[in-house]
């Protein structure tokens, strides 16, 4: 088997900024110029208690092993903002490939083209930027849409799931009647942080007797270790990125 | 407008995608017959359809940038976006996007509320149209015209699916032509009486 070297995209600096200070400050360089990393990729990383934790470079590939040319626009696209919502978190912004058209779609494309012939009746996406990309994904491979949301937002009957954050809980809901036993969905959502959110949804939905092929998102941030917290689940994703401002220089 | 009076007149799409979209009453309150089109999201074929619809009418507008209002502005602009070959860009509740922002504010019942737009989403020029599921008082959908129109782009429509019947002929918002798929529907066997809140609605010019 060739193994495709990684692919480190790293981002463009002007030739007189020097590199960031390990505490964040305010001479790190413009959001704009920060990316995240395009590792190797599309990276399906499968979950299972067998398999070790190898670092993501070296993780099984999908059959083409050849990196997807169309990966290196989506993961320039998006645009790393510092300190959002708070001090230390280099926040993921999906806003900018939603304004690059091409972009956008090739996203969806990456995913359809995985999930089209795979018997998917559902799209599971999570409030709110979930609603972005499943939609048009499950629109394209036939599938229903639902939407997983905060609580006291959806109307009628729901049930919901507990999860926990930094501090405190949290609940996601999805109506009932919505989803039937034995049909197997994908979850949705842009980003995989602590995998906390995606936890749930995969229990909201297992709970009432779904199958839940895969966990699909834009981005990972691998050292936050939120597919150890999938179970079994596979989780699938584009692009993976640093949580950290000292990785960007 | 609605797409009935506008050359959709007996297009079966519409009727299917109408029962489609449940009611469910005394949503969020007594009172509001709540306009639930998270049913029309599991009929693929009426989700297909309400997309389609707007697609045919904006393919050739020469649309440059969909709007959508969090949260379920988000659940059609996006797919509207990417068939007619448009940037998508989400309107959202304070403090949800990051970067530069500007905020528009707009009434509701008791108080105010306000939406927020990416200063760096939409150049003079760009050509705009804006998506909600539905509208009722069209006070969160001027606010968003207000955010476009502050950045430069000029907005050419807002479409909805679900719109009151306020107006015969075509419902204006700032001057702006709204686009609606379908009337409200209500329960018929509902034995509360039903306030005005929800259905005593003005289109604001």
Not at chain 1, 58 to 70: I, K, S, Y
Not at chain 2, 60 to 76: L, P, Q, Y
Not at chain 2, 119 to 143: E, K, M, N, Y
Not at chain 2, 167 to 178: A, I, S
């Given at each position: 088997?060739?193994?495709?070297?990684?692919?480190?995209?790293?981002p463009?600096?002007?030739s007189?900024?020097?590199?960031?200070?390990?505490s964040?400050s305010?001479?790190?360089?413009?959001?704009?110029?920060?990316?995240?990393?395009?590792?190797?990729t599309?990276?399906?990383?499968?979950?299972?208690?067998?398999?070790?934790?190898?670092?993501?470079?070296?993780?099984?590939?999908?059959?083409?092993?050849?990196?997807?040319?169309?990966?290196?626009?989506?993961?320039?696209?998006?645009?790393?903002?510092?300190?959002?919502?708070?001090a230390?978190?280099?926040?993921?912004?999906?806003t900018?490939?939603?304004?690059?058209v091409?972009?956008?779609?090739?996203?969806?494309?990456l995913?359809?083209?995985?999930?089209?012939?795979?018997?998917?009746?559902?799209?599971?996406?999570?409030?709110?930027?979930?609603?972005?990309?499943?939609?048009?994904?499950?629109?394209?491979?036939?599938?229903?849409?639902?939407p997983?949301?905060?609580?006291?937002?959806?109307?009628?009957?729901v049930?919901?799931?507990?999860?926990?954050?930094?501090?405190?809980t949290?609940?996601?809901?999805?109506?009932?009647?919505a989803?039937?036993?034995?049909?197997?969905?994908?979850?949705?959502?842009?980003l995989?942080?602590?995998?906390?959110?995606?936890?749930?949804?995969?229990?909201?939905?297992?709970?009432?007797?779904?199958?839940?092929?895969?966990?699909?998102?834009?981005?990972?941030?691998?050292?936050?270790?939120?597919?150890?917290?999938?179970?079994?689940?596979?989780?699938?994703?584009?692009?993976?990125?640093?949580?950290?401002?000292?990785?960007?220089? | 407008?609605?797409?009935?009076?506008?050359?959709?007149?007996?297009?079966?799409?519409?009727?299917?995608?109408?029962?489609?979209?449940?009611?469910?009453?005394?949503?969020?309150?007594?009172?509001?017959m709540?306009?639930?089109?998270?049913?029309?999201?599991?009929?693929?074929?009426?989700?297909?359809?309400?997309?389609?619809?707007?697609?045919?009418?904006?393919?050739?507008?020469?649309?440059?940038v969909?709007?959508?209002?969090?949260?379920?502005?988000?659940?059609?602009?996006?797919?509207i976006?990417?068939?007619?070959?448009?940037?998508?860009?989400?309107?959202?509740?304070?403090?949800?996007?990051?970067?530069?922002?500007i905020?528009?504010e707009?009434?509701?019942?008791?108080?105010?509320?306000?939406?927020?737009?990416?200063?760096?989403?939409?150049?003079?020029?760009?050509?705009?149209?804006?998506?909600d599921?539905?509208?009722?008082?069209?006070?969160?959908?001027?606010a968003?015209?207000?955010?476009?129109?502050?950045?430069?782009?000029?907005?050419?429509?807002?479409?909805?699916?679900?719109g009151?019947?306020?107006?015969?002929?075509?419902?204006?918002?700032?001057?702006?032509?709204?686009?609606i798929?379908?009337?409200?529907?209500?329960?018929?066997?509902?034995?509360?009486?039903?306030?005005?809140?929800?259905?005593?609605?003005?289109?604001?010019?």
């Amino acid at each position: 088997m060739i193994r495709t070297p990684s692919l480190l995209r790293r981002p463009f600096f002007s030739s007189s900024s020097s590199p960031p200070p390990p505490s964040s400050s305010c001479i790190l360089p413009p959001p704009s110029l920060l990316r995240p990393h395009l590792i190797s990729t599309p990276i399906s990383l499968r979950c299972s208690a067998a398999d070790s934790r190898s670092p993501p470079n070296r993780e099984m590939a999908t059959a083409d092993n050849q990196q997807d040319p169309r990966l290196a626009g989506i993961a320039s696209a998006i645009r790393v903002i510092p300190d959002f919502p708070k001090a230390g978190i280099m926040f993921q912004d999906i806003t900018t490939l939603l304004l690059d058209v091409k972009a956008f779609r090739d996203t969806i494309d990456l995913f359809v083209d995985r999930y089209k012939d795979k018997g998917i009746s559902v799209v599971a996406g999570i409030e709110a930027r979930g609603f972005i990309f499943g939609p048009p994904i499950a629109l394209a491979i036939g599938a229903k849409f639902v939407p997983l949301r905060k609580p006291k937002k959806l109307p009628g009957e729901v049930i919901s799931e507990e999860y926990s954050l930094e501090y405190g809980t949290d609940k996601i809901e999805m109506h009932v009647g919505a989803v039937q036993a034995g049909e197997r969905a994908l979850i949705v959502d842009d980003l995989i942080a602590t995998g906390g959110t995606l936890n749930a949804a995969i229990r909201l939905l297992e709970r009432v007797g779904v199958e839940v092929h895969e966990c699909a998102c834009l981005m990972e941030l691998p050292e936050l270790k939120g597919r150890d917290r999938l179970g079994d689940k596979p989780l699938f994703v584009l692009v993976q990125s640093s949580v950290d401002a000292h990785d960007y220089h | 407008m609605f797409a009935a009076e506008n050359g959709l007149k007996g297009d079966p799409r519409l009727e299917a995608i109408s029962q489609a979209i449940r009611v469910v009453p005394h949503f969020p309150k007594k009172g509001i017959m709540f306009q639930d089109i998270t049913t029309l999201l599991l009929d693929h074929k009426a989700f297909q359809d309400t997309v389609d619809i707007f697609v045919d009418r904006y393919r050739n507008m020469d649309i440059s940038v969909v709007a959508g209002i969090e949260a379920r502005g988000f659940m059609f602009g996006p797919s509207i976006a990417l068939a007619i070959g448009a940037k998508f860009v989400p309107l959202r509740k304070p403090k949800k996007l990051p970067g530069k922002v500007i905020c528009e504010e707009y009434e509701l019942e008791y108080g105010t509320d306000c939406l927020e737009m990416q200063v760096d989403a939409v150049q003079p020029g760009d050509r705009a149209l804006i998506v909600d599921d539905l509208v009722a008082t069209g006070g969160t959908l001027s606010a968003a015209i207000r955010l476009l129109e502050r950045m430069g782009a000029q907005v050419v429509e807002c479409g909805c699916v679900v719109g009151l019947p306020e107006v015969k002929g075509q419902c204006r918002l700032n001057g702006k032509p709204v686009y609606i798929l379908v009337e409200p529907r209500e329960i018929d066997n509902c034995r509360h009486d039903i306030s005005s809140e929800f259905l005593n609605v003005q289109c604001s010019g």
